[in-house]
């Protein structure tokens, strides 16, 4: 009985250390397509994500630049939207990142990918945004299936 005890206590504290990462491509769209994209800074970002997401961008060969919307280039092709979620345990950790890319022309969403993990995970910023951004090139388009 002593040992069923300490057993389910240390799966739940092995648990409770796990990440979630999710990536999902619309119907008929491909991350890989575009080509050009601009990463919407924002106001209450203290972290630089948005930087983060351009360094990620460009080091896999595509074009990206940050700013608000109203400094956005003609040539853009998708927009970059984010939310960070952070939590203070002696430092800060994140604890949630949310991107979506929109089209610029069609202004439908094309991608979004997520992460979520507790305080206690010290994952750096840029080691989720790499790999959010590689999900989501990775991740292939959902086909809705129409039942008869």
């Known amino acids: 009985m002593k040992m069923r005890v300490i057993f389910l206590t240390m799966l739940s504290l092995a648990l409770t250390g796990c990440a979630s990462y999710t990536a999902n491509v619309m119907p008929g769209s491909q991350f890989s397509a575009y080509r050009r994209f ?3 800074s924002n106001l209450d970002d203290n972290h630089a994500i948005d930087r983060l997401l351009v360094q990620t961008l460009k080091a896999r060969g595509y074009e990206a630049e940050h700013g608000p919307l109203t400094m956005m280039p003609r040539e853009v092709q998708a927009i970059v939207n ?5 939590a203070w345990d002696f430092k800060n950790h994140m604890t949630g990142l949310e991107i979506t890319v929109q089209d610029v022309r069609s202004e439908g969403q094309v991608a979004a ?3 979520v993990g507790p305080a206690s995970l010290t994952l750096s910023p840029l080691e989720v945004v790499e790999r959010l951004v590689r999900d ?6 959902k086909v809705l299936e129409v039942p008869l």
């Open 113 to 115: 990918a997520s992460f």
């Open 38 to 40: 601009w990463v919407k």
């Open 136 to 141: 989501l090139e990775k991740a292939a388009p």
């Open 82 to 86: 984010y939310r960070d979620r952070w």
